[in-house]
């Protein structure tokens, strides 16, 4: 099992840059492929970005494709999503997630359906005003 914390949320103007950090429990984190995903009030969860377990692939939803880096530290069970350029629709609670590898769908075809994801954290508020 893994348990997500994400930390780095927080009140921002447009234009300015934050950092989300999802710190993972347990010794198999290498082992997940890794999203970020939003979600703002009455709308469903929405794909931002994902990295596969060795950060050798990454993926992006193409509202942030550009502004947005996703990346890893394996030895520190952590996972980034760099967030630069906010805009106000950037605006949203965001949550890191784990998708399990024993599962047999292909990532490189399913990282933006949260559905498929096993281990969510608590979520981060960004909150971009412009």
């Known amino acids: 099992q893994v348990q997500l914390v994400e930390s780095g949320g927080g009140s921002v103007q447009a234009g300015d840059s934050l950092r989300l950090s999802c710190l993972a429990s347990?010794?198999?984190?290498?082992?997940?492929?890794m999203g970020w995903f939003r979600q703002t009030p009455g709308k469903e969860r929405e794909f931002v970005a994902a990295?596969?377990?060795?950060?050798?692939?990454?993926y992006y939803t193409d509202a942030v494709n550009g502004r947005f880096a996703i990346s890893r530290d394996n030895a520190k069970n952590t996972v980034y999503l760099q967030m630069n350029s906010l805009k106000p629709e950037d605006t949203a609670v965001y949550y890191c997630?784990?998708?399990?590898?024993?599962?047999?769908?292909?990532?490189?075809?399913?990282?933006?359906?949260?559905?498929?994801?096993?281990?969510w954290g608590q979520g981060t508020q960004v909150t971009v005003s412009s």
């Open positions: 997630a784990a998708y399990s590898p024993s599962r047999g769908e292909a990532y490189s075809r399913y990282y933006y359906q949260w559905r498929l994801y096993d281990y």
């Open positions: 347990g010794r198999t984190f290498s082992m997940y492929n």
């Open positions: 990295i596969i377990w060795s950060g050798g692939s990454t």
